[in-house]
């Protein structure tokens, strides 16, 4: 089994910036791909960024320039460095992990509150 955990998330005012963690425990072995969602309140959840084990990165349009994702191997940590961040952003953030054989694991999320 895969336990993420998430932390960083918080108040910022507009045009701030945070730094979102996701820590894996675990069976970390079936850890592959690892990224980042986001979920408003009757909404679905939404990708933000994504990446691999290789490092390749994907991002969503509304978060591109904005938002880098990137890994730590070694801490089996992912991060979501978030700058110039507006109120279109306060909603709750989730760390996915994905398995080689497409198994996902979620984490409990983080309330991210951008004030304006």
């Known amino acids: 089994q895969v336990q993420l955990v998430e932390s960083g998330g918080g108040l910022v005012q507009a045009g701030g910036s945070l730094r979102l963690s996701c820590a894996a425990s675990?069976?970390?072995?079936?850890?592959?791909?690892m990224g980042w969602y986001r979920q408003a309140p009757g909404k679905q959840r939404e990708l933000v960024a994504f990446?691999?084990?290789?490092?390749?990165?994907n991002y969503a349009d509304s978060v591109k320039g904005r938002f880098t994702i990137s890994r730590d191997n070694a801490k089996n940590t992912v991060y979501l460095q978030m700058n110039s961040l507006n109120p279109a952003d306060t909603v709750v953030y989730y760390c996915?992990?994905?398995?080689?054989?497409?198994?996902?694991?979620w984490g409990q999320g983080t309330q991210v509150t951008v004030s304006s």
């Open positions: 996915k992990g994905r398995s080689p054989i497409n198994r996902d694991y």
């Open positions: 675990g069976s970390i072995v079936s850890i592959n791909a």
């Open positions: 990446i691999t084990s290789g490092g390749s990165t």
